[in-house]
Nanobody, 123 residues
Framework: QVQLVESGGGLVQAGGSLTLSCAAS??????VGWFRQAPGKEREFLVA????????AYANSMKGRFTISRDNAKNTAYLQMNSLKPEDTAVYYC??????????????????WGQGTQVTVSS
């Protein structure tokens, strides 16, 4: 069993930056990803990577603004967000999977989810 805890959310002005963290109780999964969900919208894939570091996947709209990384020693994944826009406002979730060893944008592939952290971008 893996527990994931997101942190680092908050309020930021448009154009600002924010880094989210996802701490895992233990690392038995192969991939980790970040998703977000705004009210009334479907959960949206952002970025993912496998813990070996050999592959990374980005949603096209995220390239150049959002970056995923991880610290193996801390069992922690990060989402660095730059040039934030009001439309980035959402609950951000980290997720992990033991079902795949290749980053995937499909949320159903991920079998562990954090509780989410709110990111609000003001204009």
């Amino acid at each position: 069993q893996v527990q994931l805890v997101e942190s680092g959310g908050g309020l930021v002005q448009a154009g600002g930056s924010l880094t989210l963290s996802c701490a895992a109780s233990r690392r038995t999964f192969s991939i980790v990803g970040w998703f977000r969900q705004a009210p009334g919208k479907e959960r949206e894939f952002l970025v993912a990577l496998n813990w070996s570091g050999s592959n990374t996947a980005y949603a096209n709209s995220m390239k150049g603004r959002f970056t995923i990384s991880r610290d193996n020693a801390k069992n922690t994944a990060y989402l660095q967000m730059n040039s934030l826009k009001p439309e980035d406002t959402a609950v951000y979730y980290c997720a992990a999977s033991t079902n795949s060893n290749y980053p995937t944008p499909m949320p159903e592939t991920y079998n562990y989810w954090g509780q989410g952290t709110q990111v609000t971008v003001s204009s």
